[in-house]
Nanobody
Framework: VQLQAFGGGLVQAGGSLRLSCAAS????????MGWFRQAPGKAREFVAHIRSTGGHTYYADSVKGRFTISRDNAKNTVHLQMNSLKPEDTAVYYC???????????????????WGQGTKVTVSS
């Protein structure tokens, strides 16, 4: 499956952005989807995850209550709504897809088989 993330940009602290990830080349509804991010000089970190049916979601503590992951299986897309953005949210955001995901791997980047190219988010103070 091929993934393409988009929707990043420059926003002031306290603002909002909505990232999207379009999938092609596979049966999207079979994949659990995740968002990760990588800030300059830092390791890639987990942000959010949604199960294949959309029934369960998981978030990093740092974004819980501010970010919302959702998916539209009819349109082969997953979204990340980011509110109350902070400068520390500045990073390149990646979407990823996993088949056969188990709970212990949700927050690990090696649990995902397919990755998009990333979209840059910059939050100014």
């Amino acid at each position: 499956v091929q993934l393409q993330a988009f929707g990043g940009g420059l926003v002031q602290a306290g603002g909002s952005l909505r990232l999207s990830c379009a999938a092609s080349g596979g049966t999207f509804s079979r994949y659990s989807m995740g968002w990760f991010r990588q800030a300059p000089g830092k390791a890639r970190e987990f942000v959010a995850h949604i199960r294949s049916t959309g029934g369960h979601t998981y978030y990093a503590d740092s974004v819980k209550g501010r970010f919302t992951i959702s998916r539209d299986n009819a349109k082969n897309t997953v979204h990340l709504q980011m509110n109350s953005l902070k400068p520390e949210d500045t990073a390149v955001y990646y979407c990823a897809a996993a088949s056969g995901m188990i709970l212990s791997m949700v927050r690990r980047d090696d649990g995902y088989e397919y990755w998009g190219q990333g979209t840059k988010v910059t939050v100014s103070s």
